[in-house]
């Protein structure tokens, strides 16, 4: 069965200290991985988006790895920030020919940067 | 570009009732995706349209849920009847790309949700 866990499932750390967080997946065959930031209230924004040949894509303070053997990625917070405050859901695209539909989703990391 | 624009933000209605969600796209974009999120299961994707074309409505729960897009600017997600358990942010998103073309990654876009409480 295709799934998608993170952890932790939240996450408290002070403003300025970095963090990683994990997702692991079971979905095969695989066409790509997305990390998507969700702020309270709101939808979620794109951070970043791999294909099964890439091993890391940084977005600003954001720096999101892959390792398709192992099926895990993460995402790495640098110099935290309050604004980082979120939850963080990792999204897995399976290879079905194409189609961008039947995305596999994670339950979200919550993260609270406190000052 | 004033982003994916859904309506209404907050809904509240008895069991029973007709719901009625609505969403523009992004100018130019050709796909556009519903989406439900709830505490319980996360995000769920409930149907996609590719150039105003249902691709998949695999996610789309039961009989009680409808989604049409009749132009490329327009889409609305109903449930009729309603129930409790629909309670739940739907969210919108679109996006610009190809169907078939494998290991293509589009972004996507997605509107502020709607808020729905079935009393």
């Known amino acids: 069965k295709n799934q998608v866990e993170q952890s932790p499932q939240s996450l408290i750390i002070l403003e300025g200290k970095n963090c990683t967080l994990q997702?692991?997946?079971?979905?095969?065959?695989?066409?790509?991985l997305r990390w998507y930031k969700q702020d309270t209230g709101r939808g979620p924004v794109s951070l970043t988006i791999?294909?099964?040949?890439?091993n890391t894509k940084s977005n600003g303070r954001y720096t999101a790895t892959l390792d398709a053997d192992t099926k895990q990625s993460s995402l790495h917070i640098t110099a935290s920030q309050l604004s980082d405050s979120a939850s963080y859901i990792c999204?897995?695209?399976?290879?079905?020919?194409?189609?961008?539909?039947?995305?596999?989703f994670g339950k979200g990391t919550k993260l609270s940067v406190k000052p | 570009d004033a982003g994916v624009i859904q309506s209404p933000r907050h809904e509240v209605t008895e069991m029973g009732q007709e719901v009625t969600l609505r969403c523009k796209p992004i100018?130019?974009?050709?796909?556009l995706f519903w989406y439900r999120q709830t505490m319980m299961r996360g995000l769920e994707l409930l149907i996609y349209?590719?150039?105003?074309?249902?691709?998949?409505d695999s996610g789309m729960p039961e009989d009680r849920f409808s989604a049409k897009m009749p132009n490329a600017s327009f889409s609305t997600l109903k449930i009729q009847p309603s129930e409790p358990r629909d309670s739940a942010v739907y969210f919108c998103?679109?996006?610009?790309?190809?169907?078939?073309?494998?290991?293509?990654?589009?972004?996507?876009?997605f509107g502020p949700g709607t808020r729905l409480l079935v009393l």
């Open positions: 998103a679109s996006s610009f790309g190809f169907r078939g073309l494998a290991g293509v990654s589009e972004t996507q876009y």
């Open positions: 997702c692991n997946y079971t979905v095969s065959p695989f066409s790509n």
């Open positions: 791999m294909t099964f040949s890439e």
């Open positions: 999204v897995v695209s399976p290879h079905y020919g194409g189609s961008q539909g039947n995305l596999i």
């Open positions: 100018s130019g974009h050709n796909s």
């Open positions: 349209f590719n150039n105003n074309v249902p691709i998949d």
